[in-house]
């Protein structure tokens, strides 16, 4: 999506008609115009924008269809270190366009419906949707690149360490044996 427009994509369009035209829109949306996405992040940069590429057709049962393809630049909590880090959001997806909800219980299970009304979508909104739809549950720095490494390190067993040996026919659980028997 390097080639991607950097103006900003329009807050709602007519899909249908854009649909019927067989569009493409290319361009940015302002992650800091995308409020519930913004509160589920740790942070942005300044500027920071989704890059947002959307195609409006219609499918061979003349269903109304927008693929898209998003990226965003954001900061999420990493939830070993609970610090910052730098990721990507990646979302590639297709939406059937209804206006209804009967509507939408007739697309095929390959689609997700995209509520519109009356013939409106609100670009910004499916945008952000999709954003939080590929957020990940625990975000976690790669293991080696974390803060919390070295505290990791210390609570793993040390791999080069003889493990205790065990005879084969022994019990691990004899010394609660043996303690029972005292008891007694």
Not at 57 to 78: F, K, N, Q, T
Not at 80 to 88: D, N, P, W
Request: proline share 7%.
């Amino acid at each position: 999506m390097s080639n991607a427009s950097n103006a900003e994509l329009p807050k709602s369009v007519d899909p249908y008609r854009l649909a019927e035209q067989t569009s493409t829109l290319e361009g940015i949306i302002p992650i800091s115009g995308l409020g519930r996405f913004r509160e589920a992040v740790l942070g942005f940069s300044d500027g920071a924008a989704c890059r947002v590429k959307l195609s409006f057709y219609m499918d061979s049962e003349r269903r109304r269809i927008v693929s898209g393809e998003l990226e965003a630049p954001v900061d999420l909590e990493c939830q070993r270190c609970m610090g910052a880090m730098g990721a990507t959001l990646v979302s590639r997806f297709t939406l059937g366009l209804v206006t209804s909800d009967e509507q939408a219980q007739q697309l095929p299970k390959e689609l997700e419906p995209f509520l519109t009304d009356d013939f409106t979508a609100d670009l910004w909104s499916m945008v952000e949707d999709e954003l939080l739809l590929v957020l990940p549950p625990f975000p976690l720095h790669d293991r080696n690149d974390c803060p919390a490494r070295e505290d990791l390190e210390a609570y793993e067993p040390d791999s080069s360490a003889a493990e205790p040996v065990r005879k084969s026919g022994e019990n691990p659980f004899s010394v609660l044996a043996d303690l029972k028997k005292k008891k007694h």
